[in-house]
């Protein structure tokens, strides 16, 4: 993730992220990223099953649960190793994780033991009564995917409806004080809705958002030639904290950030080098502690089943499976080829990744976009957007 308004309107310091020792156990949600041990966010795709059709759902999700999907006590099992092992936050996915009905009790279990719960949703099942439960439990996070205003959202969706639903769902969040916020895919056809996003985020006064690269996986992966090319990506990153600052200097704070494509780090960077360099030098020090792409390290993935991946993308390539072995076993195991190389990408790493004098800040990108473009997962990944004189060494810079 990169936090647009963190870094660029400056809502948070170097000094933010020191004060608390750089230690995912004692730092706030919103400094996670600058953790100094990474230990791993973990996505639980916790059931298979959603009320949805969604035409970029990594997952492959059915209008029912999955035969192997993991027991509530299975379930607890897992949450108990990974708050033993100091996984900062459980985030609940699917599939619809409101379609399974142990939800709140394995929230609240997790809670329970010293952990940060969150959902990533569609929305459309949060009533008012179920956001009061939510809050009770002490639920971190309400995340609520939106793909743009409601012809766009029903269509990508695959079901009219969707989006009045799942507004009424961030309503019922926000009435219930329940922190809410949205997330955003882009691609082409929906990227001209993201004015319309922001002025949703300012009407209803919404205190997140999260725009979303398109990832190729899942049925994401149909539709790579969907994607922004690279010009329309840096135009979106222009809008993107032009935005955020419009509502900043409005007094409004919004958190705006971007997730998926971690050359944007380095982009947000050199704008502010040529706007105010002073601020430049404190969000290279924020970006250089981010350290990129954190697949295999700082994010992982249980599956339904309990199948472990390295991020929540990567479902083609299992690790192991918390039915038979921990989690943090299988984490942290250095006969794992792929999580091994994972956490030291540098030496595997080819093409224009080698030489980039971003690689420290961007950790590479993201590998299953350049796997799933070149079948190499050490290629670059194709949604780097960032020209050939940008990633250049300085010492590899043409005498004037």
């Known amino acids: 993730m990169i936090g647009i308004s963190k870094l660029y309107c400056g809502t948070v310091e170097p000094s933010d992220a020191l004060r608390y020792g750089r230690h995912s156990k004692d730092l706030p949600s919103h400094l996670l990223q600058f953790a100094a041990d990474k230990k791993p966010v973990v996505v639980w795709n916790m059931t298979k099953a959603c009320n949805l059709r969604c035409q970029h759902c990594y997952a492959h999700a059915t209008a029912g649960p999955a035969p192997s999907e993991l027991t509530t006590a299975q379930a607890k099992e897992m949450i108990d190793d990974l708050a033993q092992y100091g996984a900062p936050v459980i985030l609940f996915s699917g599939g619809e994780p409101l379609m399974r009905p142990d939800l709140p009790e394995l929230a609240r279990y997790a809670v329970a033991k010293g952990m940060r719960a969150v959902i990533s949703t569609n929305g459309t099942l949060i009533t008012s009564d179920k956001a009061k439960e939510l809050k009770d439990i002490g639920l971190s996070y309400v995340g609520v995917s939106l793909d743009g205003m409601q012809p766009m959202h029903d269509q990508f969706r695959g079901v009219p409806g969707a989006f009045?639903?799942?507004?009424?769902?961030?309503?019922?969040?926000l009435a219930a004080g329940l922190k809410v916020g949205l997330r955003f895919t882009v691609f082409k056809h929906n990227a001209p809705e993201v004015p319309?996003?922001?002025?949703?985020?300012?009407r209803e006064g919404i205190p997140r958002v999260c725009f979303y690269h398109?990832?190729?996986?899942?049925?994401?992966s149909r539709l790579m030639d969907e994607d922004l090319d690279h010009a329309g990506t840096r135009a979106l990153l222009d809008l993107i904290m032009d935005r955020s600052k419009r509502l900043f200097d409005q007094g409004q704070a919004p958190e705006v950030l971007t997730v998926d494509n971690h050359a944007d780090g380095p982009y947000v960077y050199l704008r502010l080098l040529r706007e105010d360099p002073a601020r430049a030098v404190e969000v290279l020090k924020l970006l250089q502690w981010n350290e990129g792409n954190s697949s295999g390290r700082g994010i992982g993935c249980v599956s339904w089943d309990g199948a472990v991946h390295p991020d929540q993308f990567w479902r083609h390539l299992t690790v192991g499976n918390v039915k038979d072995r921990p989690f943090s076993q299988i984490w942290t195991d250095p006969a794992q080829p792929v999580l091994s190389k994972l956490k030291d990408k540098r030496p595997h790493l080819k093409g224009r990744c080698v030489e980039c004098r971003w690689l420290d800040v961007c950790g590479g990108n993201f590998r299953v976009r350049a796997e799933?473009?070149?079948g190499d997962l050490w290629a670059d990944d194709p949604a780097c957007y960032l020209s050939d004189e940008e990633i250049r060494k300085p010492e590899a810079q043409p005498a004037p």
Do not use: K, P, Q
Not at 164 to 173: Q, V
């Open 196 to 202: 319309a996003v922001f002025d949703l985020l300012e």
């Open 214 to 220: 398109l990832v190729y996986a899942g049925r994401g």
């Open 164 to 173: 009045d639903d799942a507004l009424a769902g961030i309503r019922n969040c």
């Open 372 to 374: 799933a473009a070149y």
